[in-house]
DNA sequence: GTCTATATATCGATAGAC
DNA sequence: GTCTATCGATATATAGAC
């Protein structure tokens, strides 16, 4: 038991780690009540079900990046184009992806062991983000910013991309998040067929990181 | 059991179909054996352990993939240009993710559940996926067709885009996987920098998909 | 709220008859 | 090679003392 955090965020705590680097099958409570520090049996005070821990977990890593991809559209102005949207949401994305991985695998790959009533619910959440980056891009295509080869497509390539960043970005690599941002900010601008070449007129091109 | 198929075959096509759906560790040998038609402990007979059959199809899995991009790559010139090289990897890609969704599963969602010494001899198999689309594109960048703002990461991400789509293509769609190929082959131009204005000014630009 | 003890079920894997 | 029967371990979840 720790001092200064309740018992059931140590669960919450210790759950996404096992979850995360586990699996949720293989997680046992028994494991998870060893590293929390106390017995299987008691976890049940907490938790109604190891399912509800899955669900408790889903839902934070899901509405936790539903917050930061708000606030950083909040950050824009109300007249920004499609481009600025499109690097505040990527942004985002990329950066919740590589500071929370252990999140991202949760939703990305755990959800399996979710009942279909809650996996219903994940899914339905996950759909905004779709349907967000979705409108970004057909106002950009639609206003001639962008020139979008498919909707559908585009939009599931760019958040795949996004949340792949969550599999190999380790904290105590060579990239910072930012540096990692501005590279996936630049690849989904040529996703989209944004051109670049202007920006790229006004200064001398690097050559290609070869890290 | 099958006429025409052997019992070891079977237990493929089942095994590789449940873990696909249910995930290895929720997938049990009774589960199995059922669906077979035999008994759990005839199982034994043909593998040794669950790990064992996962680990058949995970290599199976990945050796296919393998011969898919071999055959897709050896269709081209011998003088083939780095454009094309990349269109006949990603087309390679994104088909054999389309067709073979089980497969996909096993190989990118699965993985855990194999031991060590397998985990290691699959992690390396696909590593080779990364290293021939790297060969690709720091060729085609040093001969100046691409623009490779990084090349780690435009693998990845290029990598990533392509499995993506096992999630969703579905045979009963509307898109075709010609279709789907084409769109994806232009999108990993578009992330390498590879400049499509000559090619687009060549004939009417169509209008952005809204499927 | 945590403990001990246990209910109830199921797991992967094995043994030996046929 | 498949069957029946079962071993030994472990799973989630619960009951009741403190």
Same mark, same amino acid.
């Given at each position: 038991m720790m001092s200064g955090a309740s018992t059931v965020d140590a669960i919450r705590r210790v759950g996404l780690e096992m979850f995360a680097r586990d699996g949720y099958e293989a997680t046992t409570m028994r494991a998870i009540a060893s590293e929390v520090g106390i017995q299987a049996g008691s976890l049940y005070n907490h938790f109604a079900s190891k399912e509800e821990i899955l669900w408790d977990l889903t839902r934070g890593a899901l509405m936790q990046l539903t917050s930061r991809i708000r606030e950083s559209m909040e950050t !824009? /102005?109300?007249? /920004?184009d499609a481009r600025d949207q499109l690097s505040a949401f990527v942004d985002a994305h990329v950066r919740f992806h590589a500071l929370n991985s252990d999140q991202a695998s949760i939703v990305n790959?755990?959800? /399996?062991? !979710?009942?279909a009533t809650h996996y219903r619910q994940a899914v339905s959440l996950r759909a905004t983000f779709e349907t967000q980056l979705g409108d970004i891009l057909r106002n950009g295509d639609a206003s001639g910013e962008f020139h979008v080869i498919d909707l559908r497509m585009s939009v599931i390539a760019i958040l795949q991309m996004c949340i792949s960043v969550s599999t190999w970005y380790r904290a105590d690599g060579k990239l910072s998040p930012d540096e990692i941002c501005a590279v996936y900010v630049q690849l989904s601008q040529r996703m989209v067929g944004f051109d670049q070449r202007a920006l790229m007129a006004s200064g001398p091109r690097k050559g290609v990181s070869q890290r």
């Open positions: !824009l /102005a109300v007249d /920004a790959r755990q959800m /399996a062991g !979710l009942s």
